[in-house]
């Protein structure tokens, strides 16, 4: 790979006239190659990094810092702790709609929009007349963070480099080692992590890439897991977690410790296909230990606490949420609307487990709920509940249209 084909590809694109500009600094390969890019391609006047902690953990937050001194822009670099922001509004929400865009956890998709917000207003206030930061133009984020950036800051010029200069992972990695850049993955498109999930790659897997096992923060793989397994308690009170095994945890701390357990027993590995939001599909690869155990037995719980109605209008209302969430529009008007709907539908998601965590499986083996509409009092074969006589005519009632359909049918025959 020539590197000097790669920089005149990037010294012969345009680029807007830039002042001052925010960027959505991580420390990952984007966004501290966008810094350069601000300094050498767009001769930025002045650069502020805004680094936003939504739970990816001390190290990270500390490798941001490293390379920010290695690179000399350490001391303009603002932290802004969005942790209990990221669990008290948007988790809790999450949570409530059982948050699942085709088998993923949504994560990466909340996150993105809440960065995008904090560096948008950040950036507003200190003046900046850009913001930049780190999508490609075949994925996700470049959606979800422009729609956000606008807004909240829609004066702002939106730089996305990787998409603009039209670069290849490999280019960016080529690009880096040129420029001394100190970033160097461990397998190519890198992570992103948060306390709910982390997406390994995404993007970058090939169809049957094996998948080395030192990639894993918090998973065992299901092979490898104890051969015994551990059994964990959990008490819900109005659709969230609140107790880990009898102890009431805040749910950050309650996350964390599921992550850790769930994860040494094989549990909260996913393979998928994920169709994205330009309709084109990618094979991702995501570690969710916590996500997955919460969710299950917040599904188990709402089977058994609200009416049949209910439960089916929300599946099809949870569906819209985290097709929202995905697709980057977290703060339109019909996301609060479904919000509401979900909020107020939790007040009797109420109940307590006990499971089994075995080589990636999830076992029920106690339920017990105070709003329980399960009553096996009425319900049972092996009960006197009600006489079982009175349903005689109900059924009668029940087959009338059944009976108008066969008329039909032998008139049609006739």
Not at 242 to 258: H, M
Not at 334 to 360: E, M, T
Not at 366 to 387: A, M, N, Q, V
């Amino acid at each position: 790979m020539d590197v000097k084909e790669i920089l005149k590809k990037v010294e012969e694109a345009p680029v807007p006239k830039v002042k001052k500009a925010a960027v959505a600094y991580s420390g990952g390969l984007d966004s501290t190659l966008g810094i350069e890019m601000l300094r050498r391609k767009y001769k930025a006047e002045a650069i502020v990094p805004i680094c936003i902690d939504v739970g990816q953990g001390e190290d990270e937050i500390v490798e941001a810092r490293r390379k920010a001194k290695l690179l000399d822009f350490e001391k303009d670099m603002i932290l802004v702790d969005a942790k209990p922001e990221f669990v008290g509004e948007w988790l809790t929400k999450a949570i409530r709609a059982n948050s699942d865009y085709n088998g993923y956890p949504v994560s990466t998709s909340m996150t993105r929009q809440l960065v995008a917000r904090i560096v948008a207003v950040e950036g507003a206030k200190r003046g900046c007349d850009a913001v930049m930061e780190g999508s490609t133009g075949k994925g996700n984020d470049q959606y979800r963070m422009h729609n956000t950036f606008k807004l909240f800051a829609p004066h702002m010029e939106v730089l996305a480099f990787v998409r603009d200069f039209d670069l290849t992972r490999k280019e960016e990695e080529a690009i880096c080692v040129e420029w001394g850049v100190p970033v160097k993955e461990q397998l190519t498109g890198g992570d992103d992590k948060t306390m709910w999930c982390r997406s390994i790659a995404s993007g970058a897997i090939d169809l049957n890439q094996e998948l080395p096992d030192d990639i894993w923060q918090w998973l065992t793989p299901p092979r490898k897991a104890p051969e015994k397994g551990e059994t964990v308690t959990l008490r819900y009170v109005e659709g969230l977690p609140v107790e880990l095994n009898g102890k009431e945890t805040p749910l950050d701390e309650l996350i964390a410790a599921l992550n850790v357990i769930a994860g040494r027993n094989g549990v909260g590995y996913i393979d998928m296909f994920e169709d994205g939001i330009m309709d084109l599909k990618s094979r991702e690869i995501y570690e969710a230990p916590a996500a997955h155990v919460i969710l299950k037995l917040h599904r188990d719980l709402e089977q058994q606490c609200l009416p049949k109605e209910e439960i089916q209008f929300k599946k099809t209302v949870d569906a819209k949420w985290a097709y929202m969430t995905y697709h980057g529009e977290w703060y339109h008007p019909l996301k609060a609307d479904l919000d509401a709907f979900i909020a107020q539908s939790q007040k009797v998601v109420n109940g307590s487990f006990r499971v089994d965590l075995y080589k990636g499986n999830i076992v029920v083996t106690s339920r017990e709920s105070k709003t329980s509409l399960f009553t096996p009092e009425i319900r049972s074969i092996k009960s006197r509940g009600y006489d079982q006589r009175w349903a005689v005519n109900a059924a009668k009632i029940r087959g009338l249209p059944f009976e108008i359909l066969s008329k039909r049918n032998q008139a049609m025959k006739g």
